[in-house]
């Protein structure tokens, strides 16, 4: 307890950390009072609660019940994600902008305005479906057409203030602060989730509510192994000669950290993505066959075994889609060459790209099944009789995110102490987060 209580007082000295810090609480406050303010021209009290899963929970579970409420911040950053994956992919699909990422800082410039033109459109199209898809007919108190435009515009100038947040919170706060509002989004709910499951269990459940907080805090340890977990490769370099002597390499790493999940939380977004169109294309032939009908309400219940076994398979497979497009072994062992460095045993070049590349494969395949299992276990304690809300913190994108971004912010902070002579946040070992990247 002293050392946490030394730690905190550590932060606090350090002038620079400590104006990080409430420059970080002043942004998340305004984004957290906007998710309250409701989009002009509606009744609150006429709006339609979603559920907690598939698509549009987890919309509104980024946005911190923003969604539901309908409120000017109501897509949050979402949008600004889409575009920002839609132009990480055109880097490697088309050759314009792959010339603009290699370009230096005035391509990623580049890349970074064509994102944020891109996300106005992202976000006019997504609010047009927001408006028409969850806002009530009879919610609506003022003209339709009027309603829709200025919503439209209004939904657009809050999604670019969320990516403004975004942006500060990195330049003048702590952490990364596009993962941190949709951290924050999420963190806020759990308040709400944990009372609704202790009142849900009573005084006679009060012992089985203890044994479900001591297993959620086993589940995180064991999400935070997964995102640690990193194969070390050797890589040695060769010497250079100053003057008479020869001496190593510097500031070059050496090894090459290929992490087991490599891919993050995205196979997940992209899985849940598409959960939906099973249960939409049976729909349609519901009617005329009880197979069908049988098939609709399976993709419905998010609790199935035909469900999950779905879900887990996509996860998988969107996990090494997502590592391939993200880790080029060919351009590693490239830059390695360049450099003078090689794995020990292996031949520089193309035999070099082959060996990361089947090490890559190695790993990837526990860590997406690793993945798949966190995706899973929301829906393994709803059929344990936990509280949909609380279950969602079991695992699957919400628990992942908050470790990965907690992670992060307090690498961030261990770095300051560490500059300052400080002691570390931890008495061994140093907090390793997700900025790590391959040594190139």
């Given amino acids: 307890m002293n050392k946490f209580i030394n730690t905190i007082k550590n932060i606090f000295s350090i002038e620079e950390l400590r104006g990080r810090i409430l420059n970080t609480l002043l942004f998340i406050t305004f984004f957290r009072l906007g998710s309250y303010i409701v989009l002009p021209g509606i009744d609150a009290n006429k709006l339609e609660q979603k559920g907690d899963g598939g698509l549009l929970g987890l919309l509104n579970m980024f946005s911190g019940g923003a969604f539901n409420n309908a409120s000017i911040f109501a897509l949050g950053i979402m949008p600004y994600i889409s575009a920002s994956i839609a132009i990480q992919l055109l880097t490697i699909a088309l050759p314009y902008f792959q010339k603009m990422q290699k370009d230096g800082e005035s391509g990623r410039k580049k890349l970074n305005q064509i994102t944020r033109v891109l996300t106005i459109f992202v976000t ?16 609506i108190i003022v003209s339709a057409w009027s309603f829709r435009l200025f919503s439209v515009i209004i939904l657009i100038a809050g999604t670019m203030f969320c990516m403004w947040l975004g942006e500060k919170i990195t330049d003048k706060g702590v952490g990364n602060g596009i993962s941190m509002l949709i951290m924050i989004g999420i963190v806020s709910r759990f308040p709400g989730s944990i009372i609704g499951e202790a009142q849900s269990r009573g005084m006679s459940g009060a012992l089985l509510f203890v044994i479900e907080v001591v297993v959620l805090f086993f589940v995180v340890m064991g999400a935070v192994m997964v995102t640690q977990a990193v194969r070390r490769i050797p890589v040695q370099y060769a010497k250079q000669v100053v003057g008479n002597r020869a001496v190593a390499a510097s500031g070059e790493r050496q090894y090459i950290p290929l992490k087991l999940n490599s ?10 993505a598409l959960m939906f169109v099973p249960g939409l294309v049976a729909g349609s032939f519901a009617e005329k066959s009880e197979f069908a009908q049988s098939i609709a309400q399976k993709f419905s219940d998010f609790t199935s075994i035909e469900y999950n076994l779905l879900f887990a398979f996509l996860i998988i497979v969107f996990t090494f889609f997502y590592t391939a497009i993200s880790i080029n072994p060919t351009q590693i062992s490239d ?17 070099t790209s082959s060996f990361i590349a089947d090490i890559l494969d190695r790993i990837t395949l526990p860590g997406a099944i690793m993945l798949a299992v966190i995706a899973i276990l929301p829906a393994l304690a709803s059929l344990f009789g936990i509280t949909r809300g609380f279950a969602s913190f079991f695992g699957g994108t919400s628990l992942l995110i908050l470790v990965g971004v907690v992670l992060d912010t307090l690498q961030q902070i261990e770095s300051y102490l560490l500059m300052r002579k400080y002691e570390g946040l931890m008495q061994s070992g140093r907090v390793k987060g997700r900025t790590e990247a391959i040594a190139q």
């Fill in 263 to 272: 891919a993050g939380v995205m196979p997940i977004i992209f899985a849940q």
């Fill in 124 to 139: 006019a199209a997504q609010a047009t479906a927001y408006l028409q898809t969850t806002i009530p007919a009879d919610a």
């Fill in 335 to 351: 830059d390695m060459k360049r450099g003078g460095g090689f794995v020990p045993g292996v031949k520089p070049g193309e035999a």
